[in-house]
């Protein structure tokens, strides 16, 4: 019988506010940060640090821009956050159908 190999949670989505980040801008493409400041409930100040460890993680990309005098700023995936909550979501679907056990 083949042992299945270790279900492996991604430490920097598991994070509850950062996984609902990541899964908004999964679903959403693109955010502004008030939107997902608004979609999360968090506070600037904690939607601003997650989003840095989001961000420095590659994670996510950030575009600044400046629309009718006002800084804008917009999140997205990039394709390596896709990927990473790709492989999130598979790993936690193993782990909730008992499939493999957590390392």
């Not at 989505?13 to 979609?39: K, M």
């Not at 840095?52 to 390596?80: C, F, N």
């Amino acid at each position: 019988m083949k042992e299945e190999a270790p279900i492996v949670l991604d430490p920097l989505i598991h994070e509850v506010a950062r996984l609902v980040i990541v899964s908004v801008l999964n679903e959403c493409g693109a955010a502004s940060f008030n939107f997902l400041l608004g979609t999360t409930g968090l506070t600037r100040g904690n939607l601003s640090a997650h989003m840095i460890r989001l961000v420095t993680a590659g994670y996510v990309e950030e575009k600044k821009q400046i629309r009718d005098r006002k800084m804008l700023t917009e999140y997205s995936l990039s394709s390596v956050g896709r990927k990473a909550f790709a492989d999130y979501r598979r790993e936690w679907t193993r782990l909730t159908q008992g499939n493999a056990s957590l390392r």
